[in-house]
């Protein structure tokens, strides 16, 4: 992957020197947003693959060697999820004073050193500082905020399909990461699939944040979109933001309903997917596929959904994720065979897959590029409740019933919740620069 991208990078145009830029220059020039969204595409699959979609592999060989149960090792994501929501309000301003490089890079320092304490973890609070803590920093600092923060500056016409094509990597790792850990865990033992998770950040992301992570266009001599200046389209204007602010504004409250939801679903879905499979009695072979599945079709709809967004009403297109997420749910409590369970993973994952794009596409739109980070930053806290939930919600139901089915019937609810919200929420139309008039 790594070599696709450093082909790209060759074949493209150098970017000019800022100092000798002009936007009145007659020779088209490659856009380097595009090689940003490569970069985004790696750095994302990397994170989010190792840090959030391996843990469902994990679950059950580190319930085993720690000697607990399901629910307590699933506390684990929920501490690092904790962690790095109520780091993104501090970070989320560091992007946007500070070297996003320097953060990022400090981001996979962490990873690394999580993971190799976690390969050595002999008891739950090993799990839980390693896991849960060291690798919460490395969350904030290399996850989905930094990254599209740059998209968010670097894109505004094309916003939607550059956040699907970078956030593809997100879900394409899970595809690719969950039969491989399943691999290595099954041949190997866990400890060395999180050994190699150690080395992936220092080998791979080191690299190619140190040559790529490049905040705005405006840095290389360019402008969003690769336009000429004056055709550049006016966004929300930029105002100091507090999370005092944030608490009291309509619009953050309404997209944390709207999202929270589908946060939770993905961790008591897509975490506990592996381990459901395996309890009505499917191989670990036949569990990894399903997983896979829904990780391929949510990596189909990241470009197809953000796409949609760039010329389709924004509304609709994330009420289509809702739909899709209810529809695949209802096929998870309703079929536990292989085939049905291959059919919710298709539905379930096609929905999932546009939450991300649509969370940056909506915020974006509503706030413009300068306070994107900011904001998405300031949103950390308030969408911690839904990611928190997630996992650890799947699990009690599952404690306590034996099945993870009646979790899956009570998120339901929750996504109609998310429908009612969404129908609330009012989009600037194009050219209002006006924040108040978006409210």
């Known amino acids: 992957m790594s070599g696709i991208l450093v082909a790209t990078i060759r074949q493209a145009a150098p970017v000019a020197d800022p100092g000798t830029y002009s936007a009145s220059d007659d020779q088209p020039r490659f856009f380097y947003g595009w090689v940003i969204v490569a970069f985004t595409f790696v750095v994302q699959f990397v994170a989010m693959g190792t840090l959030f979609y391996a843990f469902g592999v994990l679950l059950k060989p580190l319930t085993e060697a720690l000697d607990a149960d399901r629910f307590s090792v699933s506390l684990a994501l929920s501490i690092q999820i904790a962690i790095a929501a109520l780091l993104n309000p501090w970070v989320g301003r560091l992007i946007a004073e500070r070297s996003i490089r320097a953060l990022m890079l400090g981001g996979a320092a962490a990873m690394s050193l999580g993971f190799f304490m976690l390969a050595q973890a002999q008891t739950l609070w090993h799990l839980y500082v390693s896991f849960g803590v060291i690798l919460s920093v490395g969350m904030a600092l290399v996850g989905p905020l930094p990254n599209n923060t740059m998209l968010a500056n670097w894109f505004v016409r094309r916003r939607g399909t550059a956040m699907g094509l970078s956030q593809l990597g997100v879900s394409l790792s899970g595809a690719v990461l969950v039969p491989l850990t399943t691999w290595i865990v099954l041949d190997y033992g866990w400890r060395t699939a999180v050994g190699v998770f150690a080395a992936l950040p220092l080998i791979l992301l080191v690299p190619l944040i140190w040559k790529f992570a490049i905040r705005r266009p405006e840095d290389v001599g360019q402008h969003p979109d690769g336009d000429p200046q004056a055709d550049i389209l006016p966004e929300p204007v930029a105002d100091d933001w507090s999370m005092a602010r944030a608490v009291r504004d309509r619009r953050i409250w309404l997209l944390t309903l709207i999202l929270g939801p589908s946060f939770m679903g993905v961790g008591a879905v897509v975490l506990a997917l592996y381990a459901h499979a395996t309890d009505v009695g499917l191989s670990g072979t036949q569990a990894s ?130 429908i009612i919200a969404l129908t609330l929420l009012r989009l600037p139309v194009v050219g209002d620069v006006d924040p108040v008039a978006a409210q």
């Open 289 to 418: 596929i399903i997983v896979s599945l829904a990780a391929f079709m949510a990596a189909l709809a990241k470009p197809l959904f953000g796409t949609l967004a760039d010329y389709v009403n924004k509304r609709l297109v994330m009420a289509l994720s809702l739909v899709l997420q209810i529809v695949g749910l209802g096929l998870l409590v309703v079929f536990q065979s292989y085939p049905g369970l291959l059919v919710a993973a298709v539905v379930f994952g096609l929905g999932y897959g546009g939450v991300m794009p649509m969370w940056s596409v909506l915020l974006g739109t509503l706030f413009g590029r300068d306070a994107f980070s900011r904001v998405m930053g300031l949103m950390g806290p308030m969408t911690m409740p839904f990611m928190l939930a997630g996992l650890p919600f799947a699990n009690l139901i599952y404690e306590t019933t034996g099945s993870y089915v009646d979790a899956f019937a009570m998120l339901i609810g929750a996504l109609l919740i998310s």
